[in-house]
Nanobody, 119 residues
């Protein structure tokens, strides 16, 4: 089994910064993608940013230039540095780990951490 433990959410004023961290443990295939998704009230969960083991990143257009994702492969951690936060960044942020192994797709989620940006 795989566990994802997130930390770093909270309340911040617009224009402020926050840092989210997630650590994965368990049976993790060495080649994987880790990322952050968010879900605002009444909306679907959406990709914020993700990063592969090799360092390739993808960002939602809405966060490009403001958020930076990074990872430490040796520690199975992924971080999300969020700056210039906007009220529309408010939501529950979920850490995600995904990989293929022996023809099967494995997809894991953390419990979520609340990010609230006040105007």
């Amino acid at each position: 089994q795989v566990q994802l433990v997130e930390s770093g959410g909270g309340l911040v004023q617009a224009g402020g910064s926050l840092r989210l961290s997630c650590t994965a443990s368990g049976e993790i295939f060495s080649i994987n993608t880790m990322g952050w998704y968010r879900q605002a009230p009444g909306k679907q969960r959406e990709l914020v940013a993700r990063i592969t083991t090799g360092g390739t990143t993808n960002y939602a257009d809405s966060v490009k230039g403001r958020f930076t994702i990074s990872r430490d492969n040796a520690k199975n951690t992924v971080n999300l540095e969020m700056s210039s936060l906007k009220p529309e960044d408010t939501g529950v942020y979920y850490c995600n780990l995904a990989f293929y192994r022996l023809g099967h797709f494995y997809n894991y989620w953390g419990q979520g951490t609340q990010v609230t940006v006040s105007s």
